[in-house]
C-alpha cells in the first residue's frame, strides 16, 4: 500500500473512531443538556475551530454560485437532519444500539449509489442488505418479538440514516471540487444558523439554569472537536477518492468501536443478543460491498 492509499483508508477509519466516540460522549453530555443544545453547542464550537484553521491555513475558498443550494442541502442533511436524528434517538437507546441502527448506512447509500450514480446491485448486495436486516431484527426485538427499544427512538435513528445517505450523495459531487475544511466550515456554519431558532425556542431557558460539570464540558468539547470538525473532514478527504459505497463500508466498524469504548467508559452491559445482533448486521453489511460492479464512477 502507497503512501496516498495509507492516507486515504486511515483517515476513513480515524473518522469512523471518532464517530463511534461520538455515542458515549454523547451520552455524558446529556446528563446535564437537551439535545438541541448539545448539537448547538458542538456546532458553535465546530465552526470557530474550523473558521480559525481555515483563515489561518487560507483553506476556506468561495462557493460557486451554482454550488450554493447544494451547499445548503449538505447542510440541511448533516449537521441539521442528521443530527436531529441521532441526538434524540440516543435520548431513547443505548449507545451500542444507536451505533449499530447508523451502521445501516452503507446499505442504503448502495441503493442510493445506484439511483443517483447507476451504480450496480449485485446478488451478494441484496443478500447482505436482507441478511442486516435481520441482525437489526436481532438486536431490537426480544423473543416473543417486542420491541426492546423505544420506537420513537428507533425512527429518530433511521432519520439520521436517511439523512447520511442523502449527504453523502450530495458530498460527492461537492467533493471533487472544494477541500474537506471548506466544506465542513460552511457546512457546519450553515447548520448552525438552521438549528439557532429550535435553541432559542425550546432549550434557551434550560440552557441558562443548567450548571455543567467538568465530565460534561470535556465530553462537548471532544464531540465538537473529533465527531463535529475532525471527523467529517477525515470522511470528505477519504469518500473524494474512493466513492460513496467505499467510503461508507467503513462505518461497519462503527458498533465494534462503540460497543468496546462503552464497556469501558460508561459500564454499558453487553448482552449476548447485541452482540449476535451486531455479529449479524456487520456480516449482511460486508457482503453487501462484495464483488461491486459500477456502470459509472
Same mark, same amino acid.
Given at each position: 500500500?502507497?503512501?496516498?492509499?495509507?492516507?486515504?483508508?486511515?483517515?476513513?477509519?480515524?473518522?469512523?473512531?471518532?464517530?463511534?466516540?461520538?455515542?458515549?460522549?454523547?451520552?455524558?453530555?446529556?446528563?446535564?443538556?437537551?439535545?438541541?443544545?448539545?448539537?448547538?453547542?458542538?456546532? *458553535?464550537?465546530?465552526?470557530?475551530?474550523?473558521?480559525?484553521?481555515?483563515?489561518?491555513?487560507?483553506?476556506?475558498?468561495?462557493?460557486?454560485?451554482?454550488?450554493?443550494?447544494?451547499?445548503?442541502?449538505?447542510?440541511?442533511?448533516?449537521?441539521?437532519?442528521?443530527?436531529?436524528?441521532?441526538?434524540?434517538?440516543?435520548?431513547? *437507546?443505548?449507545?451500542?444500539?444507536?451505533?449499530?441502527?447508523? /451502521?445501516?448506512?452503507?446499505?442504503?447509500?448502495?441503493?442510493?449509489?445506484?439511483?443517483?450514480?447507476?451504480?450496480?446491485?449485485?446478488?451478494?448486495?441484496?443478500?447482505?442488505?436482507?441478511? /442486516?436486516?435481520?441482525?437489526?431484527?436481532?438486536?431490537?426485538?426480544?423473543?416473543?418479538?417486542?420491541?426492546?427499544?423505544?420506537?420513537?427512538?428507533?425512527?429518530?435513528?433511521?432519520?439520521?440514516?436517511?439523512?447520511?445517505?442523502?449527504? /453523502?450523495?450530495?458530498?460527492?459531487?461537492?467533493?471533487?471540487?472544494?477541500?474537506?475544511?471548506?466544506?465542513?466550515?460552511?457546512?457546519?456554519?450553515?447548520?448552525?444558523?438552521?438549528?439557532?431558532?429550535?435553541?432559542?425556542?425550546?432549550?434557551?431557558?434550560?440552557?441558562?439554569?443548567?450548571?455543567?460539570?467538568?465530565? *460534561?464540558?470535556?465530553?462537548?468539547?471532544?464531540?465538537?472537536?473529533?465527531?463535529?470538525?475532525?471527523?467529517?473532514?477525515?470522511?470528505?478527504?477519504?469518500?473524494?477518492?474512493?466513492?460513496?459505497?467505499?467510503?461508507?463500508?467503513?462505518?461497519?466498524?462503527?458498533?465494534?468501536?462503540?460497543?468496546?469504548?462503552?464497556?469501558?467508559?460508561?459500564?454499558?452491559?453487553?448482552?449476548?443478543?447485541?452482540?449476535?445482533?451486531?455479529?449479524? *448486521?456487520?456480516?449482511?453489511?460486508?457482503?453487501?460491498?462484495?464483488?461491486?460492479?459500477?456502470?459509472?464512477?
Amino acid at each position: 500500500m502507497n503512501k496516498k492509499n495509507l492516507l486515504i483508508y486511515g483517515s476513513l477509519i480515524l473518522a469512523m473512531l471518532f464517530w463511534s466516540f461520538s455515542f458515549v460522549w454523547v451520552k455524558i453530555v446529556y446528563l446535564i443538556y437537551n439535545p438541541i443544545t448539545t448539537v448547538f453547542l458542538r456546532l *458553535v464550537i465546530s465552526s470557530v475551530l474550523l473558521f480559525l484553521i481555515g483563515k489561518g491555513f487560507k483553506k476556506i475558498s468561495s462557493i460557486d454560485k451554482k454550488d450554493r443550494l447544494s451547499i445548503l442541502a449538505l447542510a440541511f442533511f448533516e449537521p441539521f437532519l442528521y443530527f436531529l436524528g441521532e441526538s434524540f434517538g440516543l435520548k431513547y *437507546v443505548s449507545s451500542t444500539i444507536g451505533a449499530v441502527v447508523i /451502521s445501516t448506512i452503507p446499505m442504503f447509500s448502495t441503493i442510493a449509489a445506484y439511483y443517483f450514480y447507476k451504480e450496480k446491485l449485485g446478488k451478494m448486495n441484496i443478500l447482505g442488505i436482507l441478511i /442486516s436486516i435481520i441482525g437489526v431484527a436481532i438486536i431490537i426485538f426480544n423473543k416473543s418479538f417486542s420491541l426492546v427499544v423505544a420506537p420513537i427512538g428507533l425512527f429518530c435513528l433511521f432519520v439520521a440514516v436517511g439523512a447520511a445517505v442523502g449527504y /453523502s450523495v450530495v458530498l460527492k459531487k461537492l467533493a471533487a471540487k472544494y477541500n474537506p475544511i471548506t466544506l465542513i466550515t460552511y457546512q457546519n456554519s450553515i447548520g448552525l444558523l438552521y438549528f439557532l431558532p429550535l435553541f432559542l425556542i425550546l432549550d434557551w431557558r434550560h440552557f441558562l439554569q443548567a450548571v455543567p460539570s467538568q465530565e *460534561v464540558i470535556s465530553a462537548l468539547v471532544l464531540l465538537a472537536v473529533f465527531a463535529s470538525t475532525l471527523a467529517f473532514i477525515c470522511f470528505t478527504y477519504g469518500l473524494n477518492f474512493l466513492g460513496i459505497t467505499k467510503s461508507n463500508i467503513f462505518i461497519n466498524v462503527i458498533p465494534v468501536f462503540t460497543a468496546i469504548f462503552a464497556y469501558f467508559v460508561i459500564d454499558e452491559i453487553l448482552s449476548f443478543q447485541k452482540i449476535a445482533g451486531m455479529i449479524v *448486521v456487520i456480516g449482511g453489511l460486508f457482503l453487501s460491498q462484495i464483488k461491486f460492479k459500477s456502470k459509472a464512477a
